[in-house]
């Protein structure tokens, strides 16, 4: 499966993902464009993916801007409203903002072309709520799983804006001079995340800004508010630079896209790497973002995720702890428990205890250990494990082999508990060399 790690050098926005994703992907642009016209977006917007160079790195850029010739879009007999109001500053920035409805706020008149919306400028000062633009995409001609997405993404903006204006959601609105280019980002980037499916994503550590950024209602703290509700949870980080380093519009992209945090431990080929620029000049470095993609080596490696608990024990006795302990090895979701002396405070004698298991177990394995143990305390863990690619085959007597695909070639070892009735070490010995051979010659 592809896999695609976003390296936010300059920081996230819209415009940026898009650009990045079509400067992997250039045989995508023509159809992005297309399913962006399908969401309803008039000729009176110019629409563009061009190469771009800062003289440090060559990339793309992807320019959404009303066109200095044609004026208002004929298209169809009625108008529909204009929807956003974007200022550009660090990266296009959509203004979002939730309020009580205005008298006019009603949307326009909606003319059909080919089941599409046309969104145009409207008068200034209007607002068209998050509800109206939702209905329009549903009826636009966009493919039913790009509109689901488009849906998804605007949906975490407008929830985000809502909570950060203790309002409903359905009061959100977008100021009036620039919906069109959210649209367009938003459409293009679900397009472009559709098409490369199946595809897991990851993302490094996101430049967090600083300052203040000018918005319709104000100056606001970089991130802006509703960023940082869609930021929870992602890794960040402060690299010297002033300003806004990820739009609304970018965050919600990425919240979306639910990536994980970093490329993990599990070997990848690195194939394509592109960068996606966004409007700003940093100082002594690229504003770009620049995408990585990787695909799973041809490895003998399987990776998963596990739970790591870790605890000593310097007041139980050896006995009732190996009981215990044996008890532990039959919860649910634990993979494997271990013990080894240690040395503790005052020079006391305990029992370092290790456990893996299942991370979905991992509070019902917590609970367990605090049971049966008399530790007060853990440590926990989650992270990443490489283990060896292994199937079982059975032999005509029963016994089970255990094959493991090691880098040097397959290895293969008979179960232990399988030969424990044989007499001696020998006698195990044999019934194991036995069934590894049968097993093997088959």
Known sequence: MMHIHLDPLGGVAGDMFVAALLDLRPDLASPAIAAVRAAGLGDDIDLAFVPFS????AGSRFDVAESPTRGLSGRGAGQVQAVGHRHVHEHRHAHVHAHHPHADDAPGDASGHGGAYVYQRAKPHSHTRWFDIRARLE?????????????????????????????????????????????????????????????EWSIGAIPIGSG???????????????TALLLDGFLCFDDGLTGERVTPTGAAIIRHLQPARGIGQAPRRLGKSAHGFGTRRLPGRSNVLRVLEFEAAASRVDADRVAVINFEIDDQTPEDLAEG??????????IDVTQHA?????GRAMAAVQLLAKPEWAETVSAACFSETTTLGLRMQVTDRLILSRHE????????VKFAQRPAGLTAKADIKDVADADGHAGRQRLRDCAVSEVRSK
């Open 212 to 226: 203040l950024v000018s918005t319709a209602h104000g100056m606001l703290p970089v991130p802006a508010p509703a």
């Open 393 to 400: 085959a059975l032999a005509s007597d029963g016994v089970r």
């Open 139 to 199: 009826a636009s001609a966009l493919e039913p799983a790009v509109c689901r997405r488009a849906i998804e993404i605007f949906s975490l903006l407008a929830e985000a804006e809502a909570r950060v204006h203790d309002k409903p959601v359905a009061d959100v609105s977008f100021h009036e001079v620039g919906a069109w280019d959210s649209i367009a980002d938003i459409v293009a980037a679900a397009f472009l995340i559709e098409s490369l499916m199946p595809c």
């Open 54 to 57: 800062d003289g440090i790195l």
């Open 342 to 346: 240690a040395t503790g405070k005052r």
């Open 325 to 334: 302990l044996d008890k532990l090895r039959g919860v649910e979701g634990v």
